[in-house]
């Protein structure tokens, strides 16, 4: 447990079906039912966190798994010493948690995308007796632009509590990542990444609903 706890310290506590560009799974790993999983957005931004926590809470609760978000087991108000994993442990033990998915962000990138001229059908002028007849077109292109494009590189990670960590390695039992192209509000981001997230934690399978 430890090593995930210093994992999301150092990360920086407060930054057809959908599914994830790539994903890992733990070599066999047994799919499996987890009592409370606590769902964190690895941010300083406390809108977008609730964003993100709030949103996978939601799809995950949907899908029959008991969740809750990050900011209910770690208030931004919270002083934890990243040093302190015995606090940590305790806070995750008070609140009977065997699971942890972590959601933070890698990379962002500004670039300039060029989006090409449509060609266009204009009428030739009537020089003549047989234009008058038969009205001509002749292909003219329109001026092409460029577009400003964001993207965001964002991953989630799986922790399983329950297993007992190999000394130097994490409990980390799955991730994935997904690019995001110019979301239009982190609202928006937040409901299309969590919509892939579970979809592909369901569909590899790693976690089992509560409720089968």
Same mark, same amino acid.
């Given at each position: 447990?430890?090593? %995930?706890?210093?994992?999301?310290?150092?990360?920086? #506590? #407060?930054?057809?079906?959908?599914?994830?560009?790539?994903?890992? $799974?733990? *070599?066999?790993?047994?799919? $499996?039912? %987890?009592?409370?999983?606590?769902?964190?957005?690895?941010?300083?931004?406390? $809108?977008?966190?609730?964003? %993100?926590?709030?949103?996978?809470?939601?799809?995950?609760?949907?899908?029959?798994?008991?969740?809750?978000?990050?900011?209910?087991?770690?208030? *931004?108000?919270?002083?934890?010493?990243?040093?302190? $994993?015995?606090?940590?442990?305790?806070?995750?033990?008070?609140?009977?948690?065997?699971?942890?998915?972590? #959601?933070?962000?890698?990379?962002?990138?500004?670039?300039?995308?060029?989006?090409?001229?449509? *060609?266009?059908?204009?009428?030739?002028?009537?020089?003549?007796?047989?234009?008058?007849?038969?009205?001509?077109?002749?292909?003219?292109?329109?001026?092409?632009?460029?577009?400003?494009?964001?993207?965001?590189?964002?991953?989630?990670?799986?922790?399983?509590?329950?297993?007992?960590?190999?000394?130097?390695?994490?409990?980390?039992?799955?991730?994935?990542?997904?690019?995001?192209?110019?979301?239009?509000?982190?609202?928006?981001?937040?409901?299309?990444?969590?919509?892939? #997230?579970?979809?592909?934690?369901?569909?590899?399978?790693?976690?089992? *609903?509560?409720?089968?």
């Amino acid at each position: 447990m430890k090593y %995930f706890l210093s994992i999301i310290i150092l990360s920086g #506590m #407060m930054g057809c079906a959908p599914r994830l560009h790539s994903s890992w $799974t733990k *070599p066999n790993y047994q799919a $499996t039912r %987890f009592a409370k999983i606590v769902v964190i957005g690895v941010s300083q931004d406390l $809108t977008a966190r609730n964003a %993100f926590e709030k949103k996978a809470v939601q799809l995950l609760k949907e899908k029959g798994i008991n969740a809750v978000p990050g900011v209910e087991v770690f208030p *931004p108000d919270q002083k934890v010493n990243r040093k302190d $994993t015995s606090k940590i442990r305790q806070i995750l033990q008070d609140h009977q948690l065997d699971g942890v998915i972590t #959601m933070s962000l890698l990379k962002s990138e500004q670039s300039k995308k060029y989006v090409s001229g449509d *060609p266009a059908n204009v009428a030739d002028a009537y020089g003549n007796f047989k234009g008058y007849y038969y009205q001509t077109y002749q292909q003219v292109s329109k001026t092409g632009y460029y577009l400003n494009e964001k993207s965001y590189l964002i991953e989630a990670a799986l922790y399983d509590l329950k297993q007992r960590p190999v000394q130097g390695k994490s409990s980390i039992v799955w991730s994935g990542q997904s690019t995001l192209i110019n979301p239009s509000c982190v609202q928006t981001a937040a409901a299309e990444f969590t919509k892939k #997230m579970v979809s592909s934690l369901l569909k590899t399978p790693v976690v089992l *609903p509560n409720n089968d």
